[in-house]
């Protein structure tokens, strides 16, 4: 059964553009995995800039081979950084997708 993740990233004030070149790189390489279906990065159009990454992988396995790999080790120590707050993860379970 595939696996789906939603997270939510606001970047503290002047780290946007740093944040979103660590993104591209995991964006990047995480769609490289052969787990994985699906890995997009959106932005909120709201007043505050804020960030929301939807990913989709075939199995639980795929979800912890992504979690075991360099480029999500390395993303774990910068990305925090950047953020004005942690990031929200939210782990989903599909119901009724069509795709």
């Known amino acids: ?53 939807f990913e989709v992988y075939v199995d639980a396995g795929a979800v912890e081979a992504h979690r075991s790999s360099d480029h999500y080790r390395h993303y774990r120590r910068v990305v925090p950084d950047l953020l004005a707050e942690p990031i929200g993860v939210v782990v989903l379970e599909p119901i009724d997708v069509e795709g």
Not at 2 to 17: I, L, M, N
Not at 31 to 52: I, K, Q, S
């Open 1 to 53: 059964m595939t696996v789906a993740v939603f997270a939510s990233f606001r970047p503290r004030s002047g780290e946007s553009k740093a944040f979103l070149a660590a993104m591209r790189a995991m964006i990047r390489d995480s769609r490289n995995e052969p787990g994985c279906l699906r890995y997009d990065l959106f932005r909120a159009e709201t007043e505050t800039t804020g960030y929301h990454l």
